[in-house]
């Protein structure tokens, strides 16, 4: 895949994503609303916030794995992370046996599988598990071979508390409420992170980051 096709996937993405959470930062921003109208909106926010952080994070990362996949590239050419996904069922064995020469066999695998194409299934480097918490993301971000970026530390309790904390919180049936400032707040705070990521995916094709320096 052209690293261009790649881009104007993820742009297309984020357009469809944008659109929505500018919907909702318009229906909760009406002036003189019903307060019960208004308190609807603003869970059902809180929660698509969330669904937009995860889903971006999950198909973002998905679509630059199948990037990669598609650009024939050696495993031996590859950053680490991605060398380990390819051969982790040889792994998994080696876990099975401390015998030297059973170990030795896996090595060689290991060694044979090293000159192959690369190609995988992203869920065997993103995994989002039940939430996709500050610390989950950073999982994520080293699995692609990619750096934690200052702005995603700095953001990390953004992330926990206002993202992760007050979906789980609507989504389990607490009767918290959230006024229009709050909404606001969690949609801009969680699209930076989202604008964010996907440039550090669009930079990562354009360069080559996944290639062993």
């Not at 999950?58 to 199948?66: C, F, V």
């Not at 949609?187 to 440039?199: E, S």
Request: aromatic share 8%.
């Amino acid at each position: 895949m052209d690293p261009s096709r790649f881009i104007e996937g993820i742009d297309r993405q984020l357009a469809r994503r944008k659109v929505e959470l500018s919907n909702l930062v318009l229906m909760v921003s009406e002036q003189n609303p019903d307060p019960n109208r208004l308190s609807c909106i603003a869970r059902s926010a809180v929660v698509l916030t969330y669904a937009h952080w995860e889903g971006f994070v999950k198909q973002g990362s998905s679509a630059y794995i199948r990037f990669i996949n598609e650009a024939n590239v050696r495993v031996a050419d590859l950053k680490f992370p991605f060398q380990a996904a390819y051969v982790s069922s040889a792994f998994k064995r080696a876990a099975a046996s401390a015998k030297a020469r059973y170990l030795g066999e896996v090595l060689k695998e290991i060694d044979t599988r090293r000159t192959e194409t690369f190609s995988i299934s992203p869920d065997k480097c993103i995994d989002t598990e039940s939430n996709l918490s500050s610390v989950v993301f950073k999982e994520i971000i080293h699995s692609i071979g990619l750096d934690v970026l200052p702005l995603y530390e700095t953001r990390s309790a953004f992330i926990d508390q206002r993202i992760v904390k007050a979906r789980n919180q609507v989504a389990h049936g607490e009767l918290v409420s959230f006024d229009a400032v709050d909404v606001n707040e969690r949609i801009t705070g969680a699209r930076l992170l989202i604008d964010t990521y996907a440039n550090q995916l669009k930079q990562a094709a354009t360069a080559n980051h996944y290639l062993q320096i």
